[in-house]
């Protein structure tokens, strides 16, 4: 399995652009998870889904910040208009459930975001 | 969510057990013990969890105080490969609803020397 699939893998925009980033979790996971990572706040959830469907998505910093999951296959995380401080690392986990018990997280590479 | 505490960081030398403390003294019963590590420049990544039992796997040992007020991660040999920070996790047992979040604190830097 080629893991959780994260692109691109390094963005640079400007101020007040649209961004996408996007996620393949593991084929048969029915768990998708974002995160953003900052020096200055660690490793924070943003939003999780289930069978597609947006569970928690209180972490989301504000209006500015979108996430969709059109499939199970595929996820976006959209931030319009971007700012500075959305610099960070953003990370697209995967997980499914078994014997209702919680089970470890596939973490991507990650999402190098630079906002200038 | 219950809350776990960790030293910012640890010191290790190579081909040496490490054993890797945290604490949680308002563990609820129902609360896994979950341990993922974060190498340089990657995403974290599972090492090992367990509820009362200690437990062991290919990659770490996770040894539970009979309390459950603490536990520790013992990784038998450490390799280079090994530096990371490693995150010390609570997440409730029972399924559903907002229990499959991971909240990371800040973790253990664990620096292995050659």
């Known amino acids: 399995d080629a893991g959780v699939i994260q692109s691109p893998r390094h963005e640079v925009t400007e101020m007040g652009q649209e961004v996408t980033l996007r996620c393949k979790p593991i084929?048969?996971?029915?768990?998708l998870f974002w995160y953003r990572q900052t020096m200055m706040r660690g490793l924070e959830l943003l939003i999780y889904f289930n069978n597609n469907v947006p569970i928690d998505d209180s972490g989301m910093p504000e209006d500015r910040f979108s996430a969709k999951m059109p499939n199970a296959s595929f996820s976006t995380l959209k931030i319009q208009p971007s700012e500075p401080r959305d610099s960070a690392v953003y990370f697209c986990?995967?997980?499914?459930?078994?014997?209702?018990?919680?089970?470890?997280?596939?973490f991507g590479p990650g999402t190098r975001l630079t906002v200038t | 969510d219950a809350k776990t505490t960790q030293p910012n960081s640890m010191e290790s030398n190579e081909e040496e057990p490490v054993h890797l403390p945290c604490n949680h003294s308002t563990i609820s019963g129902t609360d896994y013990i979950h341990w993922y590590r974060q190498l340089p420049s990657q995403g974290p990544e599972y090492v090992i969890h367990?509820?009362?039992s200690n437990v062991n796997n290919r990659m770490a040992s996770l040894a539970i105080a009979e309390d459950r007020k603490s536990s520790t991660l013992i990784l038998h040999r450490a390799t280079l490969r090994d530096a990371a920070v490693y995150y010390c996790?609570?997440?409730?047992?029972?399924?559903?609803?907002?229990?499959?979040?991971?909240?990371f604190g800040k973790g253990t830097l664990l620096t292995v020397n050659p």
């Open positions: 996790i609570l997440r409730d047992g029972i399924g559903g609803g907002s229990n499959y979040k991971l909240t």
């Open positions: 986990a995967s997980s499914f459930l078994a014997g209702m018990r919680p089970y470890e997280q596939y």
């Open positions: 367990g509820l009362t």
């Open positions: 084929s048969g996971h029915d768990y």
